[in-house]
């Protein structure tokens, strides 16, 4: 049975436009750790997520 955590609010449906309560759009962000394979997690962010160059 899969386990769910959630920290503040998450919208009812993936992949949608998703606003703070001061209307900014949140930045969604897919992770994992096979790319789209396997198991997933969506991330929700004030601002656009940075690029990882490197991961050691």
Do not use: C, N, W
């Amino acid at each position: 049975m899969p386990h769910y955590l959630s920290v503040g609010q998450i919208p009812t449906k993936r992949h949608v436009q998703f606003r703070s309560p001061a209307g900014a759009l949140y930045h969604e962000e897919l992770m994992g750790i096979h790319g789209f394979a396997g198991i997933q997690s969506i991330l929700y962010h004030l601002r656009p997520p940075t690029r990882v160059k490197e991961v050691e």
